[in-house]
């Protein structure tokens, strides 16, 4: 078994600052994600990662910056965070092979911005 | 636009009921299909996938059907409980660079009432 973990787990922000969010697993996943999870609209890929120091950008990129540091961690940036903003940012993991297709994922990041 | 689509944003059930869940794609290079539950609070976990070269596939309570000639996948959840009251999200893919891009629905909040 592994586990995934988010910090932090609740973020306030202030508009216009950069956040940083991190993520690490330790099932020595070779792919790693960053969702956004907003009410009714289910979960947007921001970015995703196939391997230590690759980056593909998601269909919610814009905004956002990420970096895979090594295999066992990804960590996304909201570069200027906008008022008001409130969602729940979740990272995910899965192996590659056969079965590459599953994605275990972490508790989740809450952000607030003021 | 939404490339993967779930039409009923909730649905309620009598327990013991059989119920469907509904999501429609668009890609048709979509080669992967899954539903994930999510517990309030709680990170999504897999439920079932199928892969494109089948058209159901059954396990325990559960089955997903695959009709790839109409973009559409479906779950049967049968002989319901209340702990199946979570929100389910669909989510399809296709296999590319070793790792599989998930797109999600927007989720269906199920209810199962005793």
């Known amino acids: 078994g592994g586990i995934i973990t988010q910090t932090p787990k609740f973020l306030i922000g202030q508009e216009g600052q950069k956040l940083t969010l991190k993520c690490q697993q330790n099932?020595?996943?070779?792919?790693m994600y960053w969702y956004r999870q907003d009410s009714g609209k289910g979960l947007r890929l921001i970015y995703y990662s196939i391997t230590e120091n690759d980056l593909q950008k998601g269909d919610l990129s814009e905004g956002y910056d990420a970096s895979r540091e090594k295999k066992s961690s990804f960590s996304l940036t909201v570069t200027s965070a906008q008022k008001n903003e409130m969602a729940v940012f979740l990272c995910?993991?899965?192996?590659?092979?056969?079965?590459?297709?599953?994605?275990?994922f972490g508790p989740g990041t809450r952000l607030l911005v003021l | 636009g939404q490339q993967v689509k779930q039409s009923s944003p909730s649905l309620t059930v009598q327990e013991g009921g059989i119920l469907i869940l509904n999501c429609d794609y668009e890609n048709d290079m979509f080669d992967y299909f899954a539903w994930y539950k999510k517990y309030p609070d709680n990170s999504p976990t897999l439920l079932i996938s199928?892969?494109?070269?089948?058209d159901k596939r059954e396990d325990g309570r559960f089955t997903v059907f695959l009709n790839k000639s109409g973009k559409h996948f479906s779950l049967h959840i049968t002989a319901s409980q209340p702990e199946d009251t979570a929100v389910y999200l669909c989510a399809a893919g296709i296999n590319q660079g070793g790792s599989a891009k998930l797109i999600f629905g927007e989720g269906t909040k199920l209810t199962v009432s005793s």
């Open positions: 099932f020595n996943h070779d792919t």
């Open positions: 199928v892969r494109s070269n089948v």
């Open positions: 995910a993991s899965s192996m590659s092979g056969a079965n590459q297709d599953t994605q275990y």
